[in-house]
């Protein structure tokens, strides 16, 4: 077992201390912060099992079972633990320098090590209480074995920590014996409520605030968690009101309370008190996988290492608030599919996924590799959405939807970002639009178009299109249109500053800036235009141009181009939901809808900039991420 006031030793294997991870043998425990001359607050003796979890800041006053995750508050003491006392004033601290410069790159390396928890009872002792290597084969039932393996117990489950040859960070040839007991100190800094997700404070989280992010674990069936609301934002009813008490019962919001309500029995409380809270955000056109746009020709980089960035990406953009994504596309057929599927299975985590699989477009349009010579060819899985009549565009939606797309994205117009094309020329005829429409609707999903030109706005709201995508050229015909055919606009308005900026920083194609530059300003214009026409806008950044994790940065901007700051939220999550066709489960804080939420100090209503730093995010009734000073609950969340 695991007790309060255990030493820390490793019997048959090295520690190793490389800043912010502790490096068990050849194998990272990412997260734990190590200080050496502190309390010590418990015993792990490597001897081949799997790991136990400490989730900080925990107050652990009592036997704690391994493999389990102990969040901050107090267990229960237990009889006969047999707790011992020590200062960690001797413990022995190892550096590995080739895992220091590793971890200064924010690559630790390895994988969740073998630990097991013994009781400082469970075997003799010696005179400064560490007792003798015999404890490693401990059989007396003070010895539990988590049943936990390297997927399940904190790290590895993001691509991002690639495993070392052994010898390194054993030790070997470093002149540190591995098989030297060690002692450290553990400095419970930081919360992880799930041992199946990395522990906070891992180098690499890419740009996420180590110091304020938290993760947490699924809740029982049939757990009540009371969450206080300073105010709850209702974007159904477009109204905020005070003092509300959301109850949620495993992944779903249970309920809502109102002022002076009291609160069922048995429920434990969360405090948000001084928070504004709000439904999880939605962004409908992102591009999680790969990097973020630059120069480079998209071929620069395989797959895999394509999917290894959307993996960084998503977590990136969960934990800026966004919950749920509609993901627009991906060069590299159905990497999105995987990445979807990884986070709905709890191996990654992210936002929510409704994903396109590949781009149906024409030979040589907005959503091929262009600019390469006429003799280079191209693997098939850049072009697997190609299609070059209202045929092809059939039979390359079915099989994209047989690749579990869950809806077709279109690509009817030239683009800003592809060499070659012109944003205000048609690509897709209208024909070839319907076509692409009328297989999606036989398999119970819709159609995305990418238009920028007015003509390929028409073309797209008349072949049946649920949503036209840019609209950077929008007249007001088109925006007529549009509003009269309940077609949803989805247009990136911020990103065409970042572009303008970084691309000349960087040096981007002369083309590729002048159709930004003639297409920023326009955008804004006809956003407006379609605002005061009465269109239906769902948000959507295009986040992929820009950093990841920068979603919230358009909010301001829709307010500045007609929209009022609760339309811009209800863009962003009822309205955003109702196109995905998701309004049942996502978009509002509502019975039955998924517990997703985040929480900001101060009135977003009043500074839409706000959202762009949310320090509390929960998903699924799962804390993701949360201040240090925020009082959480006393159990996995």
């Keep these: 077992m695991l007790v309060a006031g255990s030493v820390v030793e490793v019997v048959g294997a090295t520690v190793v201390v490389v800043g912010a991870t502790v490096v068990v043998g050849a194998s990272v425990v990412v997260g734990w912060r190590v200080v050496v001359g502190a309390v010590v607050v418990a015993r792990l003796v490597v001897t081949g099992g799997p790991a136990v979890v400490v989730a900080p ?7 704690v079972v391994p493999g389990q995750v102990v969040v901050p508050g107090t267990v229960a003491a237990g009889a006969g633990t047999g707790v011992e ?11 590995c320098p080739v ?5 200064e790159r924010g690559d630790p390396g390895g994988s969740v090590g073998p630990v097991r928890a013994t009781a400082p009872g469970a075997a003799g002792s010696g005179a400064d209480g560490t007792g003798s290597d015999s404890r490693a084969t401990a059989t007396s039932s003070a010895v539990s074995t988590a049943e936990a393996s390297a997927s399940a117990a904190g790290v590895g489950r993001h691509g991002r920590h690639r495993r070392r040859a052994s010898a390194r960070c054993r030790g070997d040839g470093l002149g540190m014996p591995p098989s030297r007991p060690s002692r450290l100190v553990l400095a419970l800094s930081s919360l992880s409520a799930r041992s199946g997700r990395n522990l ?47 109850l949620v019962e495993g992944e779903r919001v249970a309920g809502v309370l109102g002022a002076g309500e009291p609160v069922p029995a048995g429920a434990r409380e969360l405090d948000l008190s001084g928070h504004t809270v709000l439904p999880g955000l939605i962004d409908c056109h992102t591009h999680l996988v790969g990097e973020v746009q630059s120069a480079a020709v998209p071929l620069d980089r395989s797959a895999a290492q394509e999917a290894f960035s959307g993996v960084r990406n998503a977590r ?126 036989a398999y119970g999903t819709h159609v995305a178009a990418h238009a920028h030109g007015a003509q390929g706005i028409v073309n797209a709201v008349l072949a049946g299109a649920r949503s036209v995508e840019h609209g950077s050229l929008l007249d007001d015909e088109a925006a007529a249109l549009l509003a009269e055919r309940g077609v949803y606009l989805v247009a990136d308005i911020y990103n065409g500053d970042w572009i303008a900026a970084e691309g000349r920083r960087q040096g981007w194609p002369a083309e590729t800036l002048a159709k930004n530059d003639a297409t920023t300003q326009a955008q804004r214009d006809g956003f407006a235009r379609a605002v005061a026409a009465g269109v239906r806008v769902a948000y959507g ?7 990841h994790g920068w ?42 809808r998924y517990a997703d939420l985040i929480a900001v100090p101060g009135d977003p209503l009043d500074d839409l900039g706000l959202l762009a730093e949310v320090p509390f995010v929960m998903q699924g009734g799962r804390v993701l991420k949360a201040p240090p000073e925020m009082r959480l609950p006393t159990a996995p969340i």
Aim: aromatic residues 4%; hydrophobic residues 45%; charged residues 25%.
């Design 57 to 63: 800041p925990a107050v652990v006053a009592g036997a």
């Design 85 to 95: 006392e020590d200062d960690g004033a001797d413990a022995d601290v190892d550096v």
């Design 99 to 103: 895992l220091e410069e590793a971890s």
């Design 200 to 246: 906070p404070g891992a180098p690499g989280d890419d740009g996420v605030d180590s110091g304020t992010e938290r993760e947490g674990g699924m809740r029982e069936h049939g757990e009540r968690l009371a969450i206080r609301a300073g105010r709850l934002v209702d974007v159904e009813a477009g109204e905020v009101r005070d003092g509300r008490v959301l």
């Design 316 to 441: 990136a953009t969960v934990m800026a608030g966004f919950t749920t994504v509609r993901d627009v596309g991906t060069f590299r057929a159905f990497v999105d599919v995987a990445l979807r599927d990884a986070i709905d299975d709890g191996t990654v985590v992210g936002p929510r996924m409704a994903v396109a699989g590949a781009y149906v477009t024409v030979p040589g349009g907005g959503g091929e590799i262009t600019g390469l010579a006429p003799d280079v060819g191209l693997p098939s899985d850049v072009r697997f959405g190609v299609a070059a009549s209202p045929a092809e565009v059939r039979e390359r939606t079915r099989a994209i939807l047989h690749g579990g797309a869950d809806f077709i994205k279109v690509i009817a117009t030239g683009a800003v970002l592809a060499p070659g094309t012109r944003p205000g020329v048609p690509e897709l005829s209208q024909d070839e639009i319907r076509a692409a429409v009328e297989v999606a609707a």
């Design 541 to 547: 950044t295009d986040s992929g141009v820009y950093p």
């Design 551 to 592: 979603n919230a940065r358009q909010l301001p901007y829709m307010v500045r181009y007609g929209m009022t700051p609760m339309a811009a939220l209800r863009s962003a999550t009822v309205v955003a939901a109702e196109l995905l066709g998701w309004e049942d489960r996502v978009g509002a804080l509502a019975p039955g």
